[in-house]
C-alpha cells in the first residue's frame, strides 16, 4: 500500500513534509518506520519471513514485525497496529519497550534508496506460535527460533542471504537486549 509518510531531517527530526512512501523511497527520503521484536521468557526470537510479493527483500527473514509509520501517526500506534495487522496479536503501550532509533538507507536500485528510521521495540510473546494469524500480504512464515542460534546466524552475517542485511551492529544490540530479559 502506497499511504504517506512524514519526512524526517538527517538527525530524524520531522520537517512538517509528507509525501508517498513510493516518493520517499524514489527520492531517498528518511522516514519513520517501526522494528518489533517479539520473545519468549525461555530464550527464543520470534522472526518473520518476508512476503514473496515484498519490494525490498522478498522470502528473506527479518524482524518479527516492521512497517512504515503513517504520515501524522504516533510512533507506539503504528507498532500496535502493526503488530495486529501483521501477525493477529493484540498488544498495548504497556507491552512494548523501546530501544530507541536506528538509522538505515539500503540502496535498492538507482531509484529505489530506503532510508529509514527505525523505532525499536522489545515486546515479551504470551502466546504459543500456533495463535498469530501471518497477513498473507506481507508474511510467508513465522518462526521461533533460539536466541543462541540467531545471535550465530546474524552477528558475522555468517547466513548472508538469508536475513535482511541489517548489519552486525544492528543484531547485536537485538540479541544483548533480549538476553538481558531472558
Known sequence: MDERVDILDEQGRPTGESCLKSE????????????????????????????KNKATHPLLWDVSVAGH?????????AAIREVNEEI???????????LGTFKAVHKISEDFIDAELHHIY?????????????QKSEVEDLA??????????????????????HGPTYYKTIVKEIKKRV
Open 88 to 98: 493477529g496479536l493484540a498488544i498495548s503501550e504497556a507491552d512494548l519497550e523501546s
Open 144 to 165: 521461533l527460533i533460539p536466541l543462541f542460534k540467531f545471535a550465530e546466524e546474524t552477528w558475522g552475517l555468517a547466513s548472508v542471504g538469508k536475513y535482511v542485511p
Open 69 to 77: 509509520v503513517a504520515a501524522g501517526e504516533n510512533i507506539i500506534a
Open 122 to 134: 522489545l515486546c515479551q510473546l504470551k502466546l504459543p506460535l500456533s495463535q498469530l494469524t501471518k
Open 24 to 51: 520517499a523511497h524514489r527520492k531517498g527520503l528518511l522516514h519513520p518506520t517501526i522494528h518489533v521484536w517479539l520473545y519468549t521468557p525461555e530464550g527464543r526470537i520470534l522472526i518473520q519471513q518476508r512476503g
